[in-house]
Every structure is written in structure tokens, then in C-alpha cells.
């Protein structure tokens, strides 16, 4: 490992597991990671013609709004990838598991694919508590999860790879964006654990440091239906907007009680960051139109690829059914796994990490690129309103792919946050 390697993954899974108690944690440590080649042996098993990868995705509870179409993009970037020959000549045989919108769960069942099942790669997860349960099992047993869902940033591991954004490629360029458009004061809604909370911290030093005034913040649990209080305070603050990061069916009674007050996004707009083409329906388009969004992709992204990826997901699951951010994120991570693997002709945890730095992949978002020493992409930045289609259109977008910076060293108010 090199030593600014060494420096990104400075985090032991002793620290992230103590984590899982804060809900605002997200600091790294000053203690070096157990190196990637630590003594663990692997039950992966390459002497046939196929190889068991683990898919660990939410398919029952809160998030199985989300995550349920997570699960179906998977599936066919494997059936995609198996028709094409496989990984390295070998069928991918898929070993799935519900996550249950429950950390222990995830942290159980990821044990369970490692170590009984013996699969070479897990691609899943979504809340950070999910993630933050999991990645000290896969750091003891040196396995790697492929995590497909935009989160708060101010971490890195060599054993995860992050295909959705970080920091720097949605929360600082939606801040930007509400900045942008005249917004002097914001709400802070979220969901009460680590996500939200560590995505607030960021925002708050953000403000502070560009004139904006926060004037309210308030969580909810994961699952909450009732947010009359919480809204109330968000129409009484006076903000000129929101920057939501709620996330699963709670988005639904959200914006069912902020449309039932009166309120709507000409006078005080939402920005959401966890809400995508397929939440929108559960929510109702009525409850949601001309809100914005935060995302690196959209199914209305206008490119070949993405034109073939959408027709490709239609044809299998339904013409009814959406492309999103976070199922397109998952998508294009079974393919880079599948680029680092072969760039590493091998399934070896240690040599497809050495790989893994600039594998890229033509995905429906746009080209995106491995970081290999953060284990981040390099992606573009969108802002997006949501339509009377019940689509979500591009209204910004930064120029070109953002480098990622899990820990926003490249900008002076974050200093300190991690």
C-alpha cells in the first residue's frame, strides 16, 4: 500500500464499529488500517466455470422502496455480463440476501456471504448505518462491498468501493445551487441517524461560511409518518428553502403534510437528496412537483448508452418501471468490478485493489472513473426538477466529472469536519 494510500484509509474497523453509537461520527483516526493483505485466508472458489458474487440489498422494511430497484439493476447488469461471456471467462453465480432495513442485519448477512457462502465481492447497502454495520466485517475478513448509494462522505476504506457520490459531487453543488438561485436561509429535515446528521455538520460549516442563515434542523425516525410538528416549524422558520435529507417512506408523509399546509416550490422549494425517479410515484407526483433534486444521474440523461440501459431495464422489468441514481450506481458497479478483475486477471481482493486506479467505464451517467486511493468515482454533478411526468429534468450540471474528496480537503470551511 502506498503511503498516501495508507493516509485515505486511515480508519480501523475497531473506530468505524464505535461509530455506528454516533450518530454525527464520520472523523477519521490517526491509526493506520490493517493492511489489505492481512492474514486472511479466502474461500473463494475459481476452479470451475463460475464464481458466486453476494447481493445484499433492503428487500423488506423502510428502505425496500428504495432498494428494491437497487436489487433489479443488479440483476441485469449480471444477466448482462453473464450473456457476454462473464468475468474472466467465469458465469457469476449470485447469492442473494435481505438486508431488512436493518444495520445488524446487514452486518449478519454480509458475514454469512463472505465467509459461508464465500462469494467474491458483495455489492449492496444503502443507509450509512447499513454500510458503517458492514464494513468492519468486510475489513476483518478483507472482502469487499461494492456500495451503491450517494452518502455523507469523510470516510474511505480499502475495502469498499463507493459508486455513488461523495460530499463534493451532490451536497456542496446542491448548497451551491440554492445559493445560486437567492437563498439566504434554509431547513435542515432528516432522518435521525448517521446520514443525516453528518450531511447537516457539513451543511452547517457551508453556511456559515457563505452567508446563509439555518434556521431549523430537525430529525425524524427512520419510518416516521407523522411530521404535522416538523412542518409546522419549517413553515413558521421563514426559509426561503429546504435542504431534505429524509430518506424512505418517510419522504412520503413529508411531502404530503408540507403540500397539505400549503406550501409549495415556488415559495419555499425542496431539495432532496435521497429522493429519485423511483420514489416519486410512492409520493405522488401531486405532492412533488417542481421540487429539485440532487444526483449524478437521471433516466431523462440525454446519451446513447443511457438511451440503450433504459430500454434494456424496460424490456426486462416493465415499461411502467424508472431508472434512478443509486439503481444506475449499482449497475455500473458490478461493471467496474468486472474492469478491475480483469485488469488484475484475478478474483484476489489485493490484486484487484493494486488494479483498480483509473478503471474506467462508459456508464448511462457518463464516463466514471476508479480513485484508487480513496476507492471513490470520479462523477458529474446534476440538479434536477421533478416534472408532471414524474421524471426528474436537469437544471444544472457541473462541467464535466468532480474529482472525488470524501473529506473536502480542497475547501477551506471544511476544516476541522473530519
Known amino acids: 500500500m502506498t503511503t498516501s494510500r495508507t493516509r485515505t484509509f486511515a480508519f480501523t474497523a475497531a473506530a468505524l464499529a464505535a461509530s455506528l453509537g454516533l450518530a454525527a461520527c464520520g472523523a477519521r483516526t490517526d491509526a493506520e488500517a490493517p493492511p489489505a493483505s492481512a492474514a486472511v485466508d479466502s474461500c ?25 430497484t437497487v436489487r433489479d439493476a443488479l440483476d441485469l447488469a449480471a444477466e448482462e455480463i453473464n450473456a457476454d461471456g462473464g468475468v474472466l471467462g467465469k458465469q457469476l453465480q449470485i447469492v442473494a440476501e435481505d438486508g431488512a432495513s436493518e444495520p445488524t442485519i446487514f452486518a449478519e448477512k454480509a458475514e454469512k456471504l463472505i465467509v459461508s457462502d464465500c462469494v467474491a465481492a458483495v455489492f449492496g447497502g444503502w443507509t450509512s448505518s447499513s454500510r458503517k454495520a458492514m464494513l468492519p ?11 451503491p ?11 469498499i468501493y463507493y459508486s455513488g457520490a461523495t460530499t463534493n459531487q451532490q451536497i456542496v453543488p446542491g448548497m451551491d445551487y440554492l445559493r445560486e438561485q437567492g437563498a439566504t436561509s434554509i431547513f435542515l429535515v432528516g432522518s435521525d441517524y448517521v446520514f443525516p446528521r453528518t450531511a447537516n455538520r457539513i451543511i452547517n460549516a457551508y453556511a456559515e461560511a457563505h452567508g446563509i442563515e439555518v434556521v431549523g434542523e430537525e430529525y425524524a425516525p427512520l419510518g416516521h409518518t407523522d411530521f404535522s410538528t416538523i412542518v409546522n416549524k419549517l413553515q413558521a422558520s421563514g426559509a426561503d428553502a429546504v ?38 410515484g410512492g409520493i405522488g407526483v401531486e405532492n412533488i412537483e417542481g421540487q429539485l433534486t440532487a444526483w449524478n444521474y437521471y433516466q431523462t440523461v440525454e446519451s446513447d448508452t443511457n438511451a440503450a440501459f433504459v430500454e434494456a431495464f424496460k424490456a426486462k422489468y416493465g415499461e411502467d418501471r424508472v431508472t434512478s441514481d ?10 467496474l468490478w468486472k474492469g478491475m ?8 481482493v489485493d490484486a484487484v485493489n493494486a488494479a483498480s486506479d483509473g478503471v474506467t467505464f462508459d456508464a448511462p451517467e457518463g464516463t466514471v472513473t476508479v480513485n484508487g ?6 462523477k458529474t454533478a446534476l440538479v434536477g426538477e421533478i416534472g408532471a411526468d414524474g421524471l426528474i429534468h436537469v437544471v444544472w450540471s457541473s462541467d464535466g466529472p468532480i474529482e472525488p474528496d470524501p473529506f473536502l480537503e480542497g475547501y477551506d470551511w471544511a476544516e476541522g469536519l473530519s
Not at 443509486?326 to 461493471?335: D, G, K, V, W
Not at 478483475?341 to 484476489?348: H, K
Open 137 to 147: 466485517v468486510f475489513e476483518s475478513n478483507n472482502a469487499l462491498l461494492f456500495y
Open 341 to 348: 478483475v480483469e485488469a488484475a486477471d484475478s478474483f484476489d
Open 44 to 68: 473463494v472458489d475459481t476452479s470451475g466455470d463460475t464464481v458466486k458474487i453476494g447481493f445484499l440489498n433492503s428487500l423488506s422494511g423502510t428502505m425496500a422502496i428504495s432498494e428494491q
Open 243 to 280: 435542504f431534505n435529507t429524509l430518506n424512505g417512506d418517510s419522504n412520503v408523509a413529508f411531502f404530503k403534510e408540507y403540500t397539505n399546509v400549503g406550501m409549495g416550490p415556488d415559495d419555499v422549494p425542496v431539495l432532496s437528496v435521497s429522493i429519485a425517479e423511483e420514489e416519486i
Open 149 to 159: 448509494v450517494q452518502y455523507e462522505g469523510l470516510e474511505a476504506s480499502p475495502n
Open 373 to 378: 486511493d480513496n476507492h471513490h468515482l470520479a
Open 326 to 335: 443509486p439503481m444506475e450506481a449499482a449497475y455500473t458497479s458490478l461493471y
